[in-house]
């Protein structure tokens, strides 16, 4: 059975709030809410769509939180984390994001209010992908659909800045690779990591391609040793199950699914040399619910051609 609201730690209080994500293959978002002395911070929202406000809403009301006042704290730009943040915009109410994602985001607010197509569509038109079919699958992202409607007064914060909720201390800590700004917070007196989408025990996260950022994998990488040097016990992920595995051993079977895609795609060019980042993908093994490459959804296909290039530009990054 789905719990909806559920303690997840007692000193501090950490509730974890499960927000439905229907029909997408996150299945979920988890919202974490800490309160300490009369304080709270809510981390991440979920879509933009009334099936997330519901959830969170009625969640933050059962808590006795009110987006009134309260503080927010967005781990990144995707609009399954930051979609309903301007349900916060309230002058006792503090937003805080990484500077560069905020201004990455304006950046993706803006183009979709001006019905633009994503900056990142170039690069998978350049790499092969049909423009008709690009179209589609841009139409038809959740991740567009469910956007904030417009931007919102925001906090910046960057790696190293500490932010104090009652008499808790959270560290915020740069983990670029998952987006190009990601932020995740780290308790050093309990050792709990918030762990955004940079770490996921059910699902592996997504490594994609960025206008302006050489080489998101080799970032990812690296940001996944960073973590591993600061003593965590608990994660606290940002989507699906909490796990009892480690995070060290979590990170090997992340590490371990990229190395085995990178020799992969080497595989795939050396069979077919010359293919672009389109025809690399349709040749890789992808889990398409039983469907063929032809007939996945463009959606899907557009996820899977955006891995791909990130997989192909580490590779072309570290032959250097
Ligand atoms: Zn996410």
């Known amino acids: 059975m789905l719990i909806h609201l559920e303690q997840v730690c007692s000193s501090p209080a950490i509730y974890k709030l499960y927000i439905p994500l229907t029909g997408n293959a996150l299945k979920n978002l988890n919202c974490y809410v800490l309160t300490d002395h009369g304080e709270s911070l809510v981390i991440d929202t979920g879509f933009r769509n009334e099936e997330c ?95 904030s409607s417009r931007p919102f007064p925001v906090t910046f914060v960057h790696g190293g800045d500490i932010l104090q909720v009652g008499g808790v201390k959270l560290e915020v800590l740069s983990v670029p690779g998952h987006t190009p700004d990601q932020m995740i917070l780290y308790l050093p007196e309990q050792k709990i990591l918030f762990s955004g989408d940079h770490v996921l025990f059910d699902i592996t996260p997504n490594i994609t391609c960025w206008p302006g950022v050489r080489d998101p994998l080799g970032d990812y990488l690296k940001s996944l040793d960073k973590i591993l040097t600061y003593e965590i016990e608990t994660v606290f992920p940002g989507h699906r199950n909490l796990s009892d595995k480690t995070l060290p051993q979590r990170i090997q079977e992340i590490k371990r699914h990229h190395k085995r895609r990178l020799s992969e795609v080497r595989e795939v060019l050396r069979a077919h040399p010359g293919a672009n980042a389109y025809e ?37 990054a570290s032959d250097k």
């Open 53 to 147: 406000r519901t959830a969170l809403m009625g969640g933050l009301k059962e808590l006795g939180v009110s987006p009134e006042h309260t503080k927010l704290f967005l781990t990144h730009l995707h609009s399954d984390h930051c979609g309903l943040a301007e349900y916060f915009d309230y002058p006792d109410t503090t937003i805080y994001m990484g500077e560069a994602e905020y201004k990455r985001l304006q950046g993706i607010i803006a183009n979709i209010s001006a019905k633009a197509t994503w900056d990142s569509n170039a690069m998978l038109m350049a790499e092969g992908f049909p423009e008709e079919d690009l179209r589609t699958a841009t139409e038809t992202n959740p991740a567009r659909i469910f956007m």
């Open 280 to 316: 690399v993908a349709s040749h890789l093994t992808w889990s398409l619910h039983g469907a063929t490459w032809e007939t996945a959804p463009k959606s899907q296909q557009w996820f899977a051609v955006g891995e791909t290039i990130a997989h192909l530009n580490h590779l072309r």
